[in-house]
C-alpha cells in the first residue's frame, strides 16, 4: 500500500502531513524553494527547487515519478499540474483544484459567478490607476489582496483615498508568483469568520469538521478555536456552500474554506485545497482525526467513518520578533508544565519579525467555556520567546 508522495512546499503544515504520512508507511519527497525547511526534516529525500520554474517542477517529477502531487503552498507553476494527471499521477485534491485555488481570480469567479454563492462585492486591477476606479466602485472601506498570496501577505485596508497607493505597493510586494494583478473587496460586516474543514472523498460521503473561529492580525491568523460558536442555521449554509464549491473543483482531500458570518448570513470568502493554519488547533486533539490525517486518509483513499469532536481546543501562534540565523527558544518548561496544553516548534531555520516559528496548543471538556480556552492559549503563548 505504500505510495511514493511528492510534497510541494515544506512548510509547519507540510510537516505535520509527513508526519502523518510516516505513521502509515508513506514514502514523501519534501520539496521548497530553502534548504532544510519543516517538513524535510521529517520527509525520506528532499529537493531545493523553483517551483514557479516549470522546467525545474517538470525535472523534479519526471525524476521521481510520484503517485502523488501534494501541494502546500501558493507559489507553484500550477498550469503544469493538468499535465501531470494526464501522466497517470494524481494531484491532490485535482489539478483543476490546485490550479483554481492558487489564484483568488479564479475561486472567486466560479464561487461567485457560476455557482452563485453569496460573497463580498469584487472588483480587479492590474495597476494603481485601476485600483483607483475599483475602489471607487466598491466603495472604502475595502480590502485589497494580490491574487497570489498567503498567510496575509500583501493584504491591506483601505480606510481612506490616501491609503490607495500606499496598499498597491503592499500588495504587489506581497505577491506570490509572477502575476501583478489584485483583488478589491467590498468591507462585509461581519460579526465573526470561521474555517469549515471540509473533506471529499473518493467513493464515500463529503464529511465537515466542526467550525473553526479565528482571529487575524496582518492578515495572519493568530489564535483559532474549535468549536466556533455558530447558529444551525448559519452551520447548514455554510456546510452546503463549502459542498457546493468542493464537488465544482473536483478530487479527494481536505480543504479549509473560510467564511463570513454576519447579520444577513453566510458569505464565501476563501478556499484552501489542502490543510488549514486555523485547523492546528485539531493538533490539541480536539477530534478523533486531526486535519493533516483526515487530508492523508482521504488522499489515499481510505474511508473516514466519521469525524468526532473530543474535546474543546485553541491554537496561539508563536511569533518571532526578530531577524536571525539561528532561533532558539526559551519559555518551553513552562508551557509544559502546565496541564492539558501542549506546543509545536516548527524548526524554521531563519526568523524575521512577525513569522510563525511555532504554536500552543490547549484543549479541555466539551462543556468547558470556549472563551476561557482561547484566552489560555494567548497567554501561554507569551511565555515562549523567539530568541535571536
Known amino acids: 500500500m505504500q505510495k511514493k508522495i511528492l510534497l510541494l512546499g515544506s512548510g509547519e503544515l507540510g510537516k505535520e502531513f509527513v508526519i502523518a504520512a510516516q505513521r502509515i508507511g508513506q514514502y514523501v519527497i519534501a520539496v521548497d524553494s530553502y534548504a532544510n525547511a519543516p517538513a ?7 529537493e531545493v527547487i523553483n517551483m514557479l520554474d516549470g522546467t525545474e517542477l517538470d525535472r523534479i517529477v519526471a525524476k521521481h515519478n510520484p503517485d502523488f502531487i501534494v501541494p502546500e503552498i501558493e507559489a507553484i507553476r500550477t498550469e503544469r499540474f493538468y499535465d501531470y494527471e494526464k501522466q497517470g499521477i494524481t494531484v491532490v485534491p485535482s489539478a483543476k483544484a490546485a490550479n483554481f485555488t492558487m489564484n483568488r481570480k479564479a475561486i472567486r469567479d466560479l464561487a461567485a459567478k457560476d455557482l452563485g454563492l453569496r460573497t463580498a462585492n469584487y472588483r480587479y486591477a492590474t495597476t494603481k490607476e485601476e485600483l483607483e476606479k475599483a475602489v471607487t466602485e466598491v466603495g472604502i472601506p475595502c480590502v485589497v489582496k494580490p491574487l497570489m498570496s498567503s498567510s496575509g501577505k500583501g493584504q491591506s485596508t483601505i480606510k481612506s483615498e490616501n491609503d490607495i497607493e500606499k496598499a498597491w505597493n503592499y500588495a504587489v ?4 508568483g509572477d502575476i501583478v494583478e489584485v483583488i478589491v473587496e467590498a468591507f462585509v460586516n461581519f460579526h465573526s469568520e470561521i ?3 471540509t473533506v471529499t472523498q473518493n467513493n464515500h460521503p463529503t464529511l465537515f469538521c466542526a467550525p473553526i473561529g479565528h482571529r487575524q ?3 495572519d491568523y493568530q489564535e483559532s478555536w474549535q468549536p466556533a460558536k455558530v447558529s444551525e442555521k448559519d452551520i447548514i449554509e455554510a456546510q452546503d456552500m463549502a459542498r457546493k464549491v468542493t464537488e465544482a473543483l473536483g478530487g479527494a482531500g481536505l480543504f479549509g474554506v ?3 458570518l454576519t447579520d444577513e448570513g ?4 476563501e478556499l484552501s485545497p489542502r490543510p488549514h493554519d486555523t485547523g492546528m488547533v485539531t493538533l490539541a486533539k480536539t477530534q478523533n482525526f486531526n486535519e493533516f490525517e483526515l487530508h492523508l486518509r482521504a488522499i489515499l483513499s ?16 508563536i511569533l518571532a520578533t526578530e531577524n536571525s540565523n ?7 518548561e513552562k508551557v509544559a508544565s502546565l496541564s492539558k496544553t501542549d506546543f509545536r516548534i516548527f524548526g524554521k531555520p531563519t526568523s524575521r519579525p512577525f513569522r510563525r516559528m511555532g504554536v500552543v496548543l490547549v484543549n479541555d471538556s466539551l462543556d468547558t467555556p470556549i472563551e476561557e480556552i482561547v484566552e489560555k492559549a494567548k497567554n501561554t503563548a507569551t511565555l515562549v520567546k523567539v530568541n535571536a
Do not use: C, W
Not at 524535510?40 to 528532499?46: F, I, K, L, N, S
Not at 468526532?308 to 481546543?313: F, L, P, R, S
Open 266 to 269: 453566510v458569505y464565501f470568502s
Open 40 to 46: 524535510m526534516q521529517v520527509a525520506h529525500e528532499h
Open 258 to 260: 473560510e467564511f463570513f
Open 217 to 219: 492580525e496582518r492578515g
Open 195 to 197: 474555517t469549515l474543514l
Open 302 to 317: 481510505i474511508p473516514i467513518a466519521e469525524i468526532t469532536q473530543e474535546k474543546i481546543g485553541a491554537s496561539a501562534v
Open 326 to 332: 539561528n532561533p532558539t527558544f526559551d519559555g518551553i
Open 173 to 176: 510586494e506581497g505577491s506570490r
